[in-house]
């Protein structure tokens, strides 16, 4: 075995190699940190100490702290939205959506993660030097603002809604739910308060059922 001295003793030096940085693992405890402290709130040190790596191995894995968000917003669709995209494939739209907003009030208010929603209410103001960030989590969020619509007009289409349904206010309307609960949930809201936000918005859905 080799040994190494430490303040001049001798000691064993541990059999094996170190253990293997997990870039997954990594990049789902970044993705944490940012969900709870933001983008600008998390500072390197703040990423690096949670994922347990140095400054150098944060940027030769995932190069810059901007292309680590990135990867995180990724990391949190595919991991913890993908709910919400299962939901919209429900055959019945209403029922899509009661998904959609009972799930909210449930997973917003988790105790074992960060609260809200990390894409719904990230970066609404930053730096100058940010815009490009907070232009990715626009772009995020009005993606999901089009699945909504695409959903409400298929149940117009399939005879599910009404036909003078408002598609886009109605999509808006459930895209501001989310958001305003996400926010509520990060100021304190409990599960209860935010499943009575839920319980009138599937009202106002199910005033628009054909």
């Known amino acids: 075995m080799v040994t190494v001295k430490n303040n001049g003793a001798v000691v064993p030096r541990p059999r094996g190699r170190p253990r293997a940085f997990d870039r997954d693992e990594a990049l789902a405890v970044a993705g944490n940190t940012f969900w709870r402290l933001g983008y600008e709130g998390a500072s390197i040190s703040d990423l690096t100490s949670a ?40 055959s019945d739209a209403i029922a899509a959506f009661e998904r959609i907003l009972t799930e909210s009030a449930r997973e917003f208010c988790r105790s074992d993660r960060p609260r809200g929603c990390m894409i719904s209410t990230a970066v609404l103001t930053c730096a100058t030097e940010n815009d490009a960030v907070a232009a990715r989590v626009a772009g995020l969020r009005d993606a999901t603002l089009a699945a909504f619509h695409a959903r409400l007009q298929r149940g117009v289409d399939d005879g599910a809604l009404r036909p003078d349904t408002d598609v886009g206010a109605l999509a808006r309307f459930i895209g501001a739910l989310v958001q305003g609960m996400s926010v509520q949930a990060r100021d304190g809201a409990s599960e209860a308060d935010l499943a009575g936000i839920a319980r009138l918005g599937i009202a106002e859905l199910h005033r628009h059922r054909a």
């Open 51 to 90: 994922m347990g790596i140095t400054p150098q191995s944060l940027y030769a894995a995932f190069r810059s702290k901007a292309d680590l968000y990135r990867e995180a917003l990724d990391w949190y669709q595919r991991e913890i939205g993908a709910v919400t995209t299962e939901a919209l494939m429900d």
